[in-house]
């Protein structure tokens, strides 16, 4: 199976940065993806294919991907940033394409 | 808009099956691929499968084989998860999801739509 490693918790204050990682064997050659769960909800889409923003969410989401981390940078933090987070990758599991999610960072806003 | 609208909460025993629906709206039916991932208490999100509404071909995860089904009804622009010989540690919210356009592969992209939930509780 694929790995993919993430922090149980980020906590940062408002307007601050957060950064969450997602750690892979050589995530850097696959596409990365990330939603956003808050509780109770269904999750939401924040950035596709390691940096691109879906439409409607804000410009202060941002992605990267490179070696074996791949990394979702939220600027400028709001209290309703607050949520669990998760990457995503497809990988191949006894040669079947399977989607892979990390563990889930759980990010709080102080 | 696109929606996703799936069915009520469900409490089954164990080594019942359960079949949870997702209605799609919005957007072409057969155009798109529906994934069902779920959320079991203190975990984060699994895969379990994916139908193309197509051509009601199916792949599941290796863990669920032999145990889900997945089928659609493009009458009703329905999809269909079915769960067999459930246990306690299948007691989870349910949620179905678009993935990537049926022109290409399911293994590309991610979901870009969800539906809100089914929570399926398996107690005796």
């Known amino acids: 199976s694929y790995v993919l490693t993430q922090p149980p918790a980020v906590s940062v204050a408002p307007g601050e940065t957060a950064r969450i990682t997602c750690e892979g064997n050589?995530?850097?050659?696959?596409?990365v993806h990330w939603c956003q769960q808050k509780p109770g909800q269904a999750p939401v889409l924040v950035i596709y294919?390691?940096?691109d923003r879906p439409s409607g969410i804000p410009e202060r989401f941002s992605g990267s991907n490179s070696g074996n981390t791949a990394t979702l940078t939220i600027n400028r933090v709001e209290a309703g940033d607050e949520a669990d987070y998760y990457c995503?990758?497809?990988?191949?599991?006894?040669?079947?394409?399977?989607?892979?999610f990390g563990g889930g960072t759980k990010l709080t806003v102080l | 808009q696109v929606q996703l609208v799936q069915s009520g909460a469900e409490v089954k025993k164990p080594g019942a099956s359960v079949k949870v629906s997702c209605k799609a709206s919005?957007?072409?039916?057969?155009?798109?691929?529906i994934h069902w991932v779920r959320r079991a208490p203190g975990q984060g999100l699994e895969w379990m499968g994916i139908?193309?509404?197509?051509?009601?071909?199916?792949s599941s995860a290796q863990k669920f084989q032999g145990r889900v089904t997945m089928t659609r009804d493009t009458s009703t622009s329905t999809v269909y998860m079915e769960l067999s010989s459930l246990r306690s540690d299948d007691t989870a919210v349910y949620f179905c999801?678009?993935?990537?356009?049926?022109?290409?592969?399911?293994?590309?992209?991610?979901?870009?739509?969800w539906g809100q939930g089914t929570l399926v509780t398996v107690s005796s």
């Open positions: 999801a678009r993935g990537q356009s049926t022109s290409g592969t399911y293994y590309s992209g991610t979901f870009d739509y």
């Open positions: 919005g957007y072409t039916f057969t155009r798109y691929y």
């Open positions: 139908i193309d509404p197509s051509g009601d071909n199916m």
């Open positions: 050589n995530i850097g050659d696959r596409p």
């Open positions: 294919y390691d940096g």
């Open positions: 995503q990758v497809w990988a191949r599991i006894n040669g079947r394409p399977e989607a892979a």
